[in-house]
């Protein structure tokens, strides 16, 4: 009896292993390299943001529009390279937050949900933040 109450927990370990490998980084996507303020649309779904791997230039002025398409209410926590909290917003069912953002210095700014399991799950992403080539 016990044996098998280790087999299940070492199979339900390993789908969700699984699970959150499959979760990972989709393709880069850059939000643009002219100066100003740009709009990105972020999706969020059941245990993954859509995109989920940006790159952005330091200083710019990003919009986010973030927009929960699944049936349970997420999260979005978003943190500069030094693992400050700049936002933390929950995202109802069926909604969109706007989120506004200055990426005052360069780095990897992380953005999850702060649910239960859904970062390991695969819901997180980041921001990687370009320093601006003068010429």
Not at 56 to 78: C, G, P, Q, R, W
Not at 86 to 108: D, H
């Amino acid at each position: 009896m016990q044996r098998r109450r280790t087999l299940r927990l070492i199979v339900c370990l390993a789908l969700l292993s699984l699970v959150a490998a499959c979760a990972g980084l989709q393709p880069q996507v850059t939000v643009g390299r002219e100066e100003g303020e740009k709009v990105l649309t972020i999706k969020a779904a059941s245990f993954k943001f859509e995109p989920n791997n940006i790159e952005a230039y330091m200083e710019d002025v990003i919009v986010l529009k973030v927009e929960n398409i699944s049936v349970a209410e997420h999260n979005f926590t978003l943190e500069d390279p030094r693992g400050h909290v700049l936002q933390n917003l929950n995202l109802p069912p069926g909604k969109t937050v706007e989120v506004r953002v200055v990426l005052s210095e360069p780095g990897v700014y992380h953005f999850y949900c702060n649910k239960p399991f859904h970062t390991f799950l695969g819901m997180k992403g980041k921001i990687e933040v370009l320093k601006r080539q003068q010429g």
